[in-house]
C-alpha cells in the first residue's frame, strides 16, 4: 500500500467522521437551539454584553422609570440620558412633534446633574443586572471631566458614552464633534479621567467625512463609537409662522434618518478598527440586521421606545429567534452569513 493509499483511506474515514460530526452539529444545533440556549452575547472592546441590543440616551430617561414594564434584565443594556456637571432645566414645551416617518425633539438636555443621578438613581439602578452606561456632556472640555471625576468614584457603571454633539462655548459654539482637532481634545482628557471604565464617543452625524471624525476619537482612545445622533431639523405652523416646538429647531429621531445612518455606520467602519454601535430609526429585527450587516457591533434603540416601551426587550427576543431559525449558535455566525448575502 503506497502513501496515497493510506492517505486516500484516512481521508476517506475523515470525511465519513466529518460527515457524521456535521449531522451531530446539526442535530445538536437544532436541539439546543429550540432549547433557547443561542449565545447573543457581544465584545465591545473589553465590555461583554449580554445581547446587542441598548436603549438609547434621552429615550429611556435614567431606566428606572421604564423598570415597571421593561425587564432591564433582558437588554444587553441602556445608556442613560445626558449627564452634565449642574442639573438643567431643559427647552421650553413643546419638546415633542412627530412628523412624516420621524421626531423631532427640542428636550435641551434637561437632567438632573451628575451628582443627583449618582446619589438618588445610581443606588436603585446598580441592583438590575445589565450594563448601563451614563452618556456624559458638556460645553467646555471641563465640564466632560468634572463629570466623568464624580462618576468615576460611583459603583455600578459599566461604562461611559461621550455627547460630543454640543457646542463648545470656548470656540464660539462650534460643536465639538463637528472637528477631528476638537473631537481629539475632548476625547484625550475624557480618556485620562475615564481610568476605570470603558469610554464611548457619541458621534454627530452632521459632519462631511464622518471616517476623519471617527479615526481622530479613536486615536484618543475611545474604546467604541456610537453612530449616531439626531439630525438638526425644523417643523413650523405656516399659519403663525412659529415652530412646532419650544425651540426653534430640533432633532430629527427615527425611521426616516434610518438610510443615511445606516450609510455613516459603514463608512465608519471603512475608517476605524474600534466597535461600532448603530442607531437611528431603529424598528424592526431587520433594521438591527442591517446595522449589524454594515459593521455594527450592537445597536441602540431610540424614538422605538416612545411607541413601544418594550421595543428593546422585544427585538432581543427577534434576535433570538432569528439565530433559531437559521439554526446559528453566535450573533457571529448570524452577521458572516448576512454578510455573505449582501
Ligand atoms: C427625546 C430624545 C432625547 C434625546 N436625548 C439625548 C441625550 O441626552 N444624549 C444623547 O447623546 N442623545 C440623545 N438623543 C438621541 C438618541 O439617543 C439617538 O441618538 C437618536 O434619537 C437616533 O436614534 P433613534 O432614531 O432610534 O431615535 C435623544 C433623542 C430623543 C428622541
Known amino acids: 500500500m503506497t502513501a496515497w493509499h493510506v492517505f486516500g483511506n484516512v481521508s476517506a474515514t475523515l470525511s465519513t467522521f466529518c460527515a457524521g460530526q456535521w449531522r ?23 465590555l461583554r454584553l449580554r445581547n446587542p441590543i441598548l436603549a438609547a440616551s434621552g429615550t429611556f430617561g435614567y ?15 441602556f445608556v442613560t440620558k445626558g449627564l452634565s456637571r449642574e442639573p438643567i432645566e431643559g427647552a421650553p414645551a413643546p419638546r415633542l412633534y412627530p412628523t412624516p416617518s420621524g421626531m423631532l425633539n427640542a428636550v435641551g438636555l434637561q437632567n438632573v446633574g451628575v451628582r443627583a443621578f449618582v446619589a438618588e438613581k445610581l443606588p436603585v439602578l446598580r441592583k438590575f443586572d445589565t450594563a448601563i452606561i451614563a452618556n456624559v456632556f458638556g460645553y467646555t472640555l471641563e465640564d466632560y ?41 475632548v476625547v484625550g482628557v475624557a480618556r485620562k479621567a475615564a481610568s476605570k471604565r470603558p469610554l464611548w464617543v457619541k458621534l454627530s452625524p452632521l459632519v462631511t467625512n464622518i471616517g476623519l471624525i471617527a479615526k481622530s476619537a479613536e486615536e484618543a482612545g475611545a474604546d467604541a463609537l456610537t453612530v449616531a445622533n439626531t439630525y438638526p431639523a425644523m417643523a413650523i405652523d405656516f399659519h403663525s409662522g ?87 449558535f453566535t450573533l457571529n455566525e448570524i452577521k458572516d452569513k448576512f454578510q455573505a448575502e449582501n
Not at 451531530?24 to 473589553?46: N, P
Not at 445612518?261 to 475608517?271: F, H, I, N, S
Not at 474600534?274 to 429585527?285: A, K, N, R
Request: a negative charge.
Open 24 to 46: 451531530v452539529r446539526a442535530i445538536l444545533l437544532y436541539e439546543v437551539s429550540s432549547a433557547g440556549a443561542v449565545d447573543l452575547s457581544v465584545k465591545i472592546g473589553a
Open 63 to 77: 431606566g428606572l422609570e421604564f423598570a415597571h414594564i421593561v425587564d432591564l434584565n433582558r437588554l444587553g443594556g
Open 145 to 185: 471631566v468634572e463629570v466623568i471625576r464624580v462618576l468615576e468614584d460611583a459603583e455600578g457603571l459599566a461604562g461611559y458614552e461621550l455627547n460630543v454633539s454640543c457646542p463648545n462655548v470656548k470656540k464660539g459654539g462650534m460643536q465639538f464633534g463637528n472637528d477631528p482637532a476638537m473631537v481629539a481634545e
Open 242 to 328: 412659529k415652530s412646532r416646538l419650544g425651540n426653534s429647531t430640533g432633532g430629527l429621531s427615527g425611521p426616516a434618518i434610518k438610510p443615511i445612518t445606516l450609510r455613516l455606520v459603514w463608512e465608519t467602519k471603512k475608517a476605524v478598527k474600534t466597535p461600532i454601535i448603530g442607531l437611528g430609526g431603529i424598528e424592526t429585527v431587520e433594521d438591527v440586521l442591517e446595522y449589524l450587516a454594515v459593521g455594527a457591533s450592537a445597536v441602540q434603540v431610540g424614538t422605538a421606545s416612545f411607541a413601544d416601551p418594550r421595543a428593546s426587550e422585544r427585538l432581543a427576543d427577534a434576535l433570538t429567534n432569528v439565530l433559531e431559525r437559521t439554526k446559528a
